[in-house]
């Protein structure tokens, strides 16, 4: 039988890694045992730092798996002045999909350099839990979200604005019949869905299986 190695020695096999597959190795087993100890969590946010796609996209999967228990320690302990960690915490982030992540959402959609960061977040501000929200909370989580993907309709990254238009797909079907978000919400598909507003097919006609698709 295989030994079960403890979390405090994956830590350890973790931060002694002396190669790139060694890292990879090491952050996919901390990753499968970390549940909700805290120690592993922190542990798999430093290593979105440091600068190793490989063992990076291994933390964030592990940190969407964990799920909630992630969201404090991705933003408490996140590195703001490292860009690739603060952009692999927003593809975390989205995964995961807790309000928690909001504001770091929105800045990335609207500010972040990376087209990849900013689809990120497009998608994650679509397919934030709202279960267990009250009404006016909801409510104004949701009109956050619709100004942030708005504002990215316009993006200059067709990659984006695709996600935008999933983004808003996802939000319309949380809003529970709220006239006025709605409407805004059909009158940005709609102009993605446009030859006038938009150039690229493919965000055309994604655009329009949105507007197919939604009641």
Do not use: K
């Not at 952009?87 to 807790?98: C, K, N, S």
């Not at 979200?145 to 996802?170: F, H, I, K, M, P």
């Not at 709609?190 to 097919?201: D, I, N, R, V």
């Amino acid at each position: 039988m295989p030994e079960v190695l403890t979390t405090a020695a994956l830590i350890a096999a973790l931060e002694h890694a002396d190669s790139s597959a060694a890292l990879l190795t090491a952050t996919q087993a901390l990753a499968a045992a970390a549940g909700d100890d805290q120690a592993a969590i922190t542990t798999l946010v430093q290593v979105l730092g440091f600068n190793n796609p490989g063992a990076a996209v291994a933390a964030v999967d592990g940190l969407i798996a964990i799920g909630p228990a992630a969201v404090d320690p991705l933003l408490h302990n996140l590195d703001v002045h490292n860009y690739g960690a603060r952009a692999w915490a927003v593809r975390a982030l989205a995964g995961i999909g807790d309000v928690r992540g909001l504001e770091l959402l929105e800045q990335a959609l609207g500010d972040d350099i990376g087209a990849s960061v900013r689809r990120a977040a497009a998608r994650g501000l679509g397919q934030l839990q709202l279960l267990g929200l009250e009404g006016p909370l909801r409510e104004a989580v949701i009109e956050r979200c619709l100004q942030a993907l708005e504002a990215g309709g316009g993006d200059d990254e067709w990659v984006v604005r695709y996600a935008v238009v999933v983004g808003l797909e996802s939000l319309a079907r949380t809003m529970e019949g709220d006239a006025d978000q709605l409407q805004r919400t059909y009158s940005a598909l709609s102009q993605l869905a446009a030859e006038a507003g938009e150039p690229t097919p493919v965000v055309r006609l994604r655009a329009s299986l949105a507007l197919r698709r939604l009641p």
